[in-house]
């Protein structure tokens, strides 16, 4: 199978290719920006005389719920540019509206953070070739939301924030915006002495439906959004100027910890760290990053999930900005790079290039602590190295058409006694508008320490017991899959082909992840296992007020490990809706069959060695804005669910209902509860709740204050469980004040206090066992 992929991927690459161009076009959409030597002052106001000299056009497509329908309000936009600036502005009429008015939505909130509010705004594929395009939205207050739009994984990832300019007001007839994007922060051929670059300039509205509002048509028989952009042509000599960016940083932390069993004294620890980034634009394509004694710390404490009942390590996104930066550039379809696996560096440098049809990654750091994944096929965990590890990633991809797209990517992690290397190759193949192809190959070789081992033990001595069973024999699948004497190499490959209509669409995918196969500075937390998927479905578009959008969908799927025995397989339907109030509605049913936990913890066979079960388990989700200051959500599945502790069937039920309350233009409440329980034959083994409440206050655009809270209680009952004896009850509190002050993403102050509480059976109360107060100040030089 590895030989028929590797030749079928060669011969794909060889192809001369005819197809249909896959990039901006301007039978779609054109727009002439002239280049003027006045720039327009960001307030808000628009009665500079420059904007009387700008291209102005018209938004006059409703392109969702309605197909390509008129536009059922007037946005007028104009764009002009100087020589280091684009700049856009926007009348979005509201006939309904007034300065009052609470029919046009706004908010003051944290940035990336008004969605659900009235917003214009502008996409860019500055290359034109369809493979990554910058998106800008303002709501009526100014406040910004900025993502870039990746072809290749078909995801958008706000984590990237530009610095950028916007200023915004309500109107007795709507609302305006005006926005500065200088070019410095953007990716281009600056070569070439006229731009032609993919445009769309777009407006959500959001009323009873959220109405999607752009310059043109948008065809839901074609699969590629950003194939089916417009072009800006202009922007004469356009220039990034000295794109030079210099951010020192400085933070201040005072923290303690203490025992609470019994309660100790504090032991405190007071650090000043200063530390320096650099982003230097070498030319408008070619970006450095460099970072000297970073602050990694998270500002803001990440999103409350439930570890019970689980065999597999949480994932946790990357929000730090010198990993962010152009973070697009080494992804691919596999998840071989995963920076949240860098926990604290020294230093990082990291080098991004496109040129021409070539786009190029580079990044090396050290990092303190070395964590990273040791994998297998029913369970996963975090392994941690006492030594300081030095980390590479490297990033090729070459577009050899519009249609064809080839790539490489090398990682390395290494430390004394440990090192893991990865090198993966990867292509997508696009023969039509509606047909994609997508494969790729990834090869490790990976040493573990010879005593990696006994982290993962659940005996001193490590060694099988007799007459142990349900894996409690000192030894488990993590320890047999670290216990290795030499060097370990092995092959994980994926191929999926996807074909996508208006109305109907169908997928198949295979992936194969060798025993052996390891991507440290991924998140690869499955190996030794084969799986095939195969789904499609089937899409409505009513045209009413209460419904918009129906689906029908189903996927089929089945995994075994690399000696053929089965682990899974899995048949799931299920419905989604879109319509009135805003309102996203899906429900679904799960019927599978998958193995337990293994009986014998020295041995990674399945066959003889686990329990097939059969569960079959509902679920629900939906969310809907039933005013405009009010989102609710709600998702809640129920049926059966293997319990892993004690290798049996049992019964869960899972609600996680959540609301966010605009009480304020400029305040908010943020509150999620997750409630999880397992019963067996009619008795509860656990139950489990998670509540995260996030309250905001933005006393202006720029300065605010966050107070969150994240509660986890988990209840037990130990007389049910057969190999272990857990605590009946376990509880911590983590509390956060944050007071914040954000001139743009990298010009901040930071001053908060947080805290953690813990009770369990020894400890009758929730007891204070860590607290920090700290301070952060950073300011970018633009230079």
């Known amino acids: 199978m590895k030989r028929q992929l590797l030749l079928a991927w060669f011969a794909l690459c060889c192809l001369t290719l005819s197809t249909a161009a896959l990039s901006g076009s301007a039978e779609q959409f054109q727009l002439v920006i002239p280049t003027l030597d006045t720039p327009a002052i960001i307030d808000g106001d628009l009665d500079d005389a420059v904007w009387q000299q700008a291209a102005t056009t018209q938004l006059t497509f409703e392109t969702n719920p309605g197909e390509n329908t008129p536009a059922p309000v007037k946005t007028e936009a104009k764009v ?8 856009v502005a926007f009348y979005a009429f509201d006939p309904d509206s007034s300065e009052t008015s609470d029919k046009v939505r706004a908010n003051l909130a944290d940035r990336d953070g008004v969605w659900g509010d009235d917003l214009v705004g502008v996409k860019l594929d500055t290359f034109n070739d369809a493979r990554l395009a910058y998106q800008f939205f303002i709501n009526p207050y100014g406040v910004q939301m900025d993502s870039i739009e990746n072809e290749l994984t078909g995801q958008e990832s706000d984590a990237w924030d530009g610095i950028w300019y916007s200023a915004g007001r309500k109107t007795a007839k709507g609302y305006q915006v005006e926005i500065e994007l ?55 000599e356009a220039q990034s100027g000295n794109d030079l960016q210099l951010t020192p940083a400085l933070v201040l932390n005072r923290s303690g910890s203490r025992d609470i069993n019994p309660v100790g004294d504090w ?39 439930l570890d019970i009942n689980s065999t597999f390590a949480l994932f946790f996104p990357e929000k730090r900005a010198f990993f962010l930066d152009n973070k697009d550039y080494f992804d691919s379809q596999m998840s071989l790079v995963h920076t949240r696996n860098i926990v604290s560096p020294d230093y990082g440098l990291k080098l991004t290039s496109k040129v021409g049809n070539h786009t190029l990654g580079f990044m090396a750091t050290n990092d303190t602590h070395t964590n990273f994944l040791v994998p297998g096929n029913l369970s996963s965990d975090i392994a941690t190295l006492d030594s300081t590890s030095y980390n590479l990633v490297g990033r090729y991809r070459a577009d050899l058409s519009d249609a064809l797209s080839v790539g490489t990517i090398v990682t390395a992690k290494t430390s004394d006694d440990y090192h893991n290397y990865v090198a993966s190759s990867d292509v997508k193949y696009q023969p039509s508008e509606q047909d994609t192809l997508t494969a790729q190959y990834a090869y490790s070789d990976t040493l573990y320490p010879d005593t990696l081992y006994r982290s993962f033990c659940s005996s001193d001595d490590c060694e099988p017991r007799l007459n142990c069973d349900l894996g409690n024999c000192g030894i488990n699948e993590r320890v047999l899959r670290t216990q290795i004497d030499d060097n370990i190499n092995d092959s994980y490959y994926k191929i999926k082909y996807e074909h996508k209509r208006r109305n109907w669409y169908a997928f198949g995918q295979y992936e194969s992840v060798g025993d052996d196969f390891r991507a440290d500075l991924g998140f690869i937390d499955k190996v030794d296992m084969t799986k095939t998927v195969i789904g499609g479905g089937y899409n409505w578009y009513p045209n009413s007020n209460l419904l918009s959008f129906v689906s029908l969908r189903g996927d089929w799927d089945i995994t075994h490990n690399q000696a053929g025995e089965l682990l899974e397989r899995e048949a799931e339907a299920k419905i989604e809706m879109e319509g009135a109030m805003q309102s996203y509605t899906a429900f679904g049913y799960v019927q599978r069959d998958r193995v337990g936990r293994r009986h014998n913890g020295a041995s990674l066979a399945i066959d003889d060695n686990t329990q097939l079960f059969n569960e079959k388990m509902g679920w629900f989700y939906s969310n809907i804005t039933p005013v405009s200051a009010l989102k609710l959500e709600l998702d809640i599945n129920y049926g059966d669910a293997i319990d892993f502790a004690n290798d049996r069937l049992g019964t869960e039920l899972m609600l996680n209902p959540g609301l966010v309350w605009k009480m304020t233009d400029s305040m908010s409440l943020d509150v999620s509860h997750i409630y999880r329980s397992l019963d067996i034959e009619g008795r509860e083994l656990f139950s489990a709740n998670l509540t995260d409440i996030r309250l905001n206050w933005y006393m202006t655009i720029n300065q605010f204050i966050r107070v969150s809270s994240i509660y986890t209680d988990i209840q037990r009952d130990p007389s049910m469980y057969l190999y272990t004896d857990p605590q009946a009850e376990y509880a911590q509190l983590g509390n956060e004040v944050l007071y914040g002050y954000k001139l743009n993403p990298q010009s901040v102050f930071y001053l908060g206090y947080s805290d953690g509480m813990r009770r369990n059976d020894e400890i009758d109360s929730l007891t204070r066992d860590e607290q920090t107060y700290f301070m952060k100040v950073s300011y970018a030089w633009l230079l």
Request: with cysteine.
């Open 80 to 87: 002009f540019a100087t020589k280091t600036s684009l700049f």
């Open 182 to 236: 200088p070019l410095r922060m953007l990716n281009f051929d600056s070569q070439q002495d006229i731009q032609t670059w993919g445009i769309e300039l777009v407006r959500f509205y959001p009323r009873n439906q959220q109405h999607r509002l752009s310059t043109h048509s948008i065809d839901r028989n074609n699969s590629c959004q950003l194939c089916q952009m417009g072009v800006a042509t202009g922007l004469n």
């Open 267 to 305: 032991n405190n620890d007071n650090s000043i760290e200063p530390g320096l980034d650099i982003r230097w634009g070498i030319t408008p394509s070619t970006l450095l990053n460099a970072t000297i004694n970073p602050d990694f710390s998270q500002v803001e404490a990440d999103a409350g999930q």
